[in-house]
């Protein structure tokens, strides 16, 4: 968990929580786990190797970073949504899903020494290592698109939290948008023929791209109350002239042509059956129409929180 992320210092004096740490404090990281597998010059992580579909080599990684910077940025500095500030004051139980641990688990009680940072697969019931009713709060933020059963992801966080807990989800919708006519239904823009054939290759190995644009339904389907939905609008590109949103949209740019052939590879070629030429050659057009300033596109921003009613 990253040091802007959302926090709660455990309770002093809880019996409870404070077995349940020690009995997972000897979890320990498999060799397995912290292998790798170099696979078209790109670095994938071998755990469950083949599930998780993106790299998580030294590119990827700081695209991460810059996706982490630029959420804040573009959230005025709020890490969270969610109305949790006084139980993050009081003491939480904070579950912190992120996708800089690939689609893994990651737990964090933080106020130090009680911060655990494990690595499992999410979507595996036995990587859900926590009593039920446990979490105060689940955060999960640009991970959505690798899951393969967001249903199950969802019932388990509703399982593991506490009742009046919450769980907020914050994700890219990746659908460029323009609000002038840079760009319509008819504009040629090699981004968005990207993003659609993203999407198409992981239908293909089993996850949705779009999925946050379900998540709202499917909480309220689950028994999730107060449902509340903020959206925000990401700049590709330095075209705005407010400097907070030049910022964010420098980075995104950044993000997306850094990460280009991580994002494409293992999508397009195992999921489309596209050649690496084609994959390369195409990428060049993509590249060239991300870094285009005549576009004034944007991706649309969610974040989504809900509670677990009280009984």
Not at 50 to 60: A, I, L
Request: proline share 5%; glycine share 8%.
């Amino acid at each position: 968990m990253s040091s802007e992320e959302p926090r709660g210092q455990s309770s002093e004096g809880s019996s409870d929580s404070e077995t349940y740490h020690r009995s997972i404090e000897t979890k320990s990281l498999t060799e397995s786990i912290l292998e790798h597998v170099v696979e078209g010059g790109l670095r994938y992580h071998a755990y469950h190797a083949g599930k998780y579909p993106f790299p998580n080599d030294d590119v990827e990684q700081q695209c991460d970073e810059m996706r982490h910077v630029m959420t804040l940025e573009l959230c005025d500095g709020k890490a969270f949504y969610a109305p949790v500030e006084d139980l993050l004051t009081e003491g939480a139980e904070v579950l912190d899903l992120g996708k800089n641990w690939n689609g893994r688990l990651v737990h964090g009680i933080v106020g130090a020494p009680n911060v655990q940072f494990l690595v499992d697969d999410i979507e595996h019931e036995n990587g859900w290592d926590y009593p039920e009713n446990h979490f105060d709060y689940i955060h999960i933020r640009h991970t959505l698109h690798s899951i393969k059963n967001r249903r199950d992801l969802l019932e388990r966080a509703y399982k593991h939290l506490k009742p009046g807990g919450y769980l907020e989800i914050q994700e890219l919708h990746y659908e460029p948008q323009a609000d002038d006519s840079t760009l319509t239904p008819e504009t040629t823009y090699r981004l968005r023929d990207f993003f659609f054939h993203l999407s198409q290759g992981l239908l293909a190995l089993g996850a949705d791209l779009h999925a946050i644009t379900h998540v709202a339904d499917d909480l309220r389907e689950l028994g999730f109350e107060k449902v509340t939905q903020t959206t925000l609008k990401c700049p590709i590109g330095v075209w705005p002239k407010k400097r907070e949103l030049s910022d964010c949209g420098q980075l995104l740019k950044t993000v997306i042509i850094d990460g280009l052939k991580g994002m494409a590879r293992k999508p397009f070629v195992h999921g489309l059956g596209w050649t690496m030429m084609q994959l390369e050659m195409f990428l060049v057009e993509v590249r060239k129409a991300t870094a285009d300033v005549s576009f004034h596109t944007f991706l649309p921003f969610h974040a989504i929180h809900a509670r677990k009613p009280l009984p």
